[in-house]
C-alpha cells in the first residue's frame, strides 16, 4: 500500500494548480493514472479519506475525460467535449495601435467623437486592454491626427521657390483633411504633440527662415494659413446652400448675389482667400529686403 503524503509534501505538489506527472508518482501514484478521468492527487484510500468517502472522482460521465491529462501535462487544455485544445494567441492580435486609430477614426467619421468603450466593443476588448497600448484618450486623440496628416505631401515643401512650396502644401494639407473633416473640431481641443506632425511643422518653419522671413513673423503666418484651410475643409464639409432666404426678411442683393455664385463655392472662396494670404507675405518679405 502506498504511503500517505504528509500535509507538507502534498503542498509542494501543486504548482499553479497544476500537478505533473512526477507529483502524481510522489503522492503514491503511478503517471498513467492521472489519465484515467480521475482528478489528480485524489486518494484511493479510503481510509485515509473516511469511511464514508466517496472515493476518486471520475468525470468522464461529464464530458472532462482528459481534464487529468491536461492537468499532469500543463500544456493543452481541455474542452467539454473532452478535446484536447493547444492553447495559442489568435492569428490577428485583437488590439494594436492602428486597429485601435482605424477603429476611432470610423467612430469620429460617423458621429464626430469616440470614446475608448466605444473602441473596445467594436474590437471585441475589454476597455482596460486599450490602456495597455495607448496612453488613454488624449494619447488616441494625437494617433488621430497622425493618421490624418499623414496624407498631407511633405515632398511639396522641397518645391522653389518658397512660395510655390507654400501653396501646394496648403493644398494637400486641405485635401487630407476634407478626407476626414469632423475630426477638425476634435484636435482643436488638445495641442499638438505627434512627432510626425511637429516634423511638418519643422519643415515648413524651416522654409520661411530660409526665405527670409523674420521669426517673428513665422508663426503668424502659418496660424493664418491654418486657419484658412481647416476653416475652408469644414465648409467642404457644410450643405452647398447655406443661406434660407425667407419672405419676413427682405434681402434682394444677397439673393443676386446667391444667383451669382456657380458650383465649386468652397473650392473658389478657398483660392481667394489663400491668394490674399499669399499676397500679403510676399508684400511682408519684400519689405525685410
Known sequence: MSAVPSE??????????????????????????????????????R????????????????????????????????????????????????????????????????QGDFSVPQIARRLGAQTGSLYHHVDGRDGIVELLRERVAAAIDPATLDLAPWDT???????????????????????????VRAPRV?????????LLLAAGFAPA?????????????????LDLAAPETMWELTA?????HL???LAAVADGRADR??????TGLMNHARTLLATLA
Open 8 to 45: 507538507p509534501e502534498r503542498r509542494v505538489a501543486a504548482t499553479d494548480g497544476v500537478l505533473s506527472s512526477r507529483a502524481v508518482t510522489d503522492m503514491g501514484r503511478s503517471p498513467s493514472s492521472a489519465t484515467d478521468g480521475r482528478v489528480p492527487g485524489v486518494r484511493d484510500d
Open 47 to 110: 481510509r485515509y479519506r473516511g469511511r464514508d468517502c466517496p472515493g476518486p472522482v471520475n468525470l468522464k460521465p461529464f464530458g472532462f475525460g482528459n481534464v487529468a491529462s491536461s492537468w499532469a501535462s500543463g500544456k493543452p487544455r481541455f474542452t467539454p467535449s473532452g478535446e484536447n485544445t493547444p492553447m495559442g494567441r489568435p492569428r490577428t492580435p485583437l488590439l494594436d495601435r492602428e486597429r485601435i486609430t482605424t477603429t476611432a477614426l470610423q467612430l469620429v467619421d460617423e
Open 165 to 191: 512650396a507654400l501653396e501646394s502644401w496648403a493644398r494637400s494639407y486641405r485635401a487630407a483633411f476634407a478626407a476626414h473633416p469632423r475630426t477638425i473640431p476634435l484636435l482643436m481641443t488638445s495641442p
Open 198 to 206: 511637429l516634423e511638418q511643422y519643422e519643415r515648413a518653419v524651416t
Open 217 to 233: 513673423d513665422v508663426m503668424p503666418l502659418l496660424i493664418a494659413l491654418e486657419n484658412l484651410i481647416l476653416g475652408s475643409t
Open 248 to 252: 419676413e426678411t427682405p434681402t434682394p
Open 255 to 257: 439673393a443676386e448675389a
Open 269 to 274: 472662396a478657398f483660392e481667394v482667400g489663400l
